[in-house]
């Protein structure tokens, strides 16, 4: 499946998901382009960027260099043609701040601290050797005590007198 955008006069006004023989059919009108939901700034993950940018409603379809073009934030930003994204007229700055854009100010307004992300430390695997298949073992010599054993003294068990009689 792939996302087309329905572009009327140079405006896009609708994105859908289609395969490109149902597209191809006419079913569904003329004037769709295919986008890629994965181009943005003319950049792709994969190094194949599609038309500038993804297709979103209100974009505008620039046939002469066959990209979308997001709408103009503001009047005094300017359009980037090797990525095709608006730049502001003062680069936001890069820190460990967010930062808002302010067209009142012309500037960007500080705002929270972007969290931290903290990287987990690499796992190391231990590599264990082990000795040639034709090696003879050797057994560590350990010192092996051994205890004394005591001969068992038999108890002397003297018979109980139950009466005077046998006592005789």
Do not use: C
């Not at 092996?144 to 001969?151: G, I, Q």
Request: negative net charge; proline residues 10%; charged residues 20%.
């Amino acid at each position: 499946m792939s996302h087309f955008a329905k572009v009327e006069n140079g405006i896009v006004t609708q994105v859908i998901v289609a395969e490109e023989d149902f597209i191809a059919t006419g079913a569904v009108g003329h004037g769709w382009i295919q986008t890629s939901y994965n181009t943005h700034g003319n950049q792709h993950p994969q190094g194949r960027p599609l038309r500038g940018n993804y297709a979103g409603i209100g974009y505008t379809y620039d046939d002469v260099n066959d990209v979308f073009v997001a709408p103009k934030p503001y009047d005094n930003w300017v359009l980037d043609t090797a990525t095709w994204l608006w730049n502001p007229p003062i680069a936001m700055p890069v820190d460990e701040y967010f930062y808002t854009w302010n067209q009142e100010t012309t500037s960007w307004d500080r705002g929270e601290l972007r969290p931290v992300v903290v990287e987990p430390e690499p796992v190391v695997e231990a590599v264990v050797e082990s000795a040639p298949v034709d090696s003879p073992v050797v057994e560590p010599e350990v010192a092996v005590e051994t205890p004394v054993v005591e001969p068992a003294v038999e108890p002397v068990v003297e018979p109980v007198v139950e009466s005077v009689e046998e006592q005789k």
